[in-house]
């Protein structure tokens, strides 16, 4: 069990996946999709019965949460329609959402990201099918891979009453289509208010490819993404610093 101390948080996050990278990439670890039923699934992972409304033309928010946020942003950063995905935190309160506070997993928080979109060109149902098959694992209860603890629980942050019932209809109808072969855990949890994190944690993965942990955890969501979703891929990823530039 990862110790809640914010020392041993960091020894664990980053000295042991840089001591585990040979094993753990000839082993394929790091990918989202190793919980689905079948490796061909991935190719057809079930997109929402129930979604938004078409026709809408205003930009809208999503909140979602799925262990590390360097990975997550760092996928929805080269998502078609995405125009800006900010890494922070969601679930506390505004005192508590600082990185060394939330990582002794105490705060309530979970690490998140805040992602606007163009609902003309992507739709909030097609960014859930994306959360749940390439941007982290569901059914792992608070935790991804290397990472331990509540704050990195699996969870959707409706911002509209609408979200929320495309959201739990979503989750129901993989549930019944047996996708994974564990239960899914994502909670939802609509009214909070996401803080975005320090500027360090932003753009992390584009930063840092070659830092082992996006090495093993999180390039391989890029490449499963690429694979999966050929159709909303983008190349070039839309990143926080470039949008403070303007």
């Not at 609509?190 to 996006?214: C, G, K, N, S, V």
């Amino acid at each position: 069990m990862m110790s809640k101390n914010p020392v041993a948080h960091q020894l664990i996050r980053y000295v042991v996946p840089t001591l585990l990278t040979a094993t753990v990439l000839l082993a394929g670890c790091g990918t989202s999709t190793s919980q689905l039923t079948a490796p061909e699934d991935a190719r057809t992972f079930p997109a929402p019965l129930l979604d938004e409304p078409a026709g809408q033309t205003q930009p809208e928010v999503a909140v979602l949460a799925g262990g590390c946020f360097w990975g997550v942003q760092g996928v929805f950063q080269h998502v078609t329609g995405v125009t800006e995905a900010v890494s922070g935190y969601a679930g506390g309160s505004q005192g508590t959402a600082e990185y060394e506070t939330v990582s002794t997993g105490t705060t309530g928080h979970a690490e998140s990201v805040q992602i606007t979109f163009d609902p003309q060109k992507i739709s909030y149902g097609h960014l859930l099918q994306i959360f749940f098959s390439v941007a982290h694992d569901p059914t792992e209860l608070n935790r991804q891979g290397p990472d331990v603890g509540t704050q990195y629980r699996s969870e959707i942050f409706p911002t509209t009453a609408e979200q929320a019932r495309v959201a739990k209809a979503y989750i129901d109808q993989l549930e019944q289509a047996r996708v994974f072969k564990a239960p899914i855990v994502t909670r939802i949890e609509p009214d909070q208010t996401f803080y975005p994190a320090e500027a360090y944690h932003q753009d992390f993965l584009t930063r840092h490819p070659t830092y082992p942990y996006i090495v093993i955890n999180d390039l391989p969501k890029i490449e499963a993404l690429k694979r999966i979703q050929p159709d909303v891929y983008r190349a070039d990823p839309v990143l926080v610093a470039a949008a403070g530039s303007n």
